[in-house]
Antibody, heavy 118, light 112 residues
Framework: QVQLQASGPGLVKPSETLSLTCTVS?????????WGWIRQPPGKGLEWIANVFRSGNTYFNPSLKSRVTISVDTSKNQFSLRLRSVTAADTAVYYCARENGDNAFDYWGQGTLVTVAS | QSALTQPRSVSGSPGQSVTISCTGT?????????VSWYQQHPGKAPKVIIHDVTERPSGVPDRFSGSKSGNTASLTISGLQTEDEADYFC????????????FGGGTKLTVL
């Protein structure tokens, strides 16, 4: 069974960098598929952030691209997100997920709430 | 880029059918058959229920069906059950300027 677990600080100060890591179990990232981050502000809708492939190939939400770095560590079966210069608007539950060959996100982590506040 | 447009809420009684629309543009929903739908219960992660406009993943009841006409995709839930009460989000691939995924704003389904 494929499982994803996001981890990282739950509180980040404004203007600082949000860093999250997703650990994948039950499936090797080296076997393929894109892996991504999606966020959901409290009480609001979903927003896709970025995806990364095992090779390091990436693609981004155009509205966030200038602040986002996404990377993969196949040796640890993990991928990571960095979001720079955060503001209160970046407060959200951050999900990591797998984009499968059926053009959908089929496996999701449980989500981790990140609050931006001083 | 703007999110795909969904109604904020829909409702129906058990046994009835409801349809949720998802309107995009000719650069996303209208151009690609890469529309997916997600069901999200409170406090839970989303779950994919439709992919590639009409396809149901294994284990998803056939009460859930998807379709598309022009720039609008639709999710129909027939034979409503109380456990269908949840938020539903559509998602489409787009490549205006750069390839990316777009989500709809979400629709709250209430089963009366």
């Amino acid at each position: 069974q494929v499982q994803l677990q996001a981890s990282g600080p739950g509180l980040v100060k404004p203007s600082e960098t949000l860093s999250l890591t997703c650990t994948v179990s039950g499936y090797s990232i080296n076997n393929g598929y894109y892996w991504g981050w999606i966020r959901q502000p409290p009480g609001k809708g979903l927003e896709w952030i970025a995806n990364v492939f095992r090779s390091g190939n990436t693609y981004f939400n155009p509205s966030l691209k200038s602040r986002v770095t996404i990377s993969v560590d196949t040796s640890k079966n993990q991928f990571s997100l960095r979001l720079r210069s955060v503001t209160a608007a970046d407060t959200a539950v951050y999900y990591c997920a797998r984009e499968n060959g059926d053009n959908a996100f089929d496996y999701w982590g449980q989500g981790t709430l990140v609050t931006v506040a001083s | 880029q703007s999110a795909l447009t969904q109604p904020r809420s829909v409702s129906g009684s058990p046994g009835q059918s409801v349809t949720i629309s998802c309107t995009g543009t000719s650069s996303d929903v209208g151009l690609y058959n890469y529309v997916s739908w997600y069901q999200q219960h409170p406090g839970k992660a989303p779950k994919v229920i439709i992919h590639d406009v009409t396809e149901r993943p294994s284990g998803v009841p056939d009460r859930f069906s998807g379709s598309k006409s022009g720039n609008t995709a639709s999710l129909t839930i027939s034979g409503l059950q109380t456990e269908d009460e949840a938020d539903y989000f559509c998602c489409s691939y787009a490549d205006r300027y750069t390839p990316h995924w777009m989500f709809g704003g979400g629709t709250k389904l209430t089963v009366l």
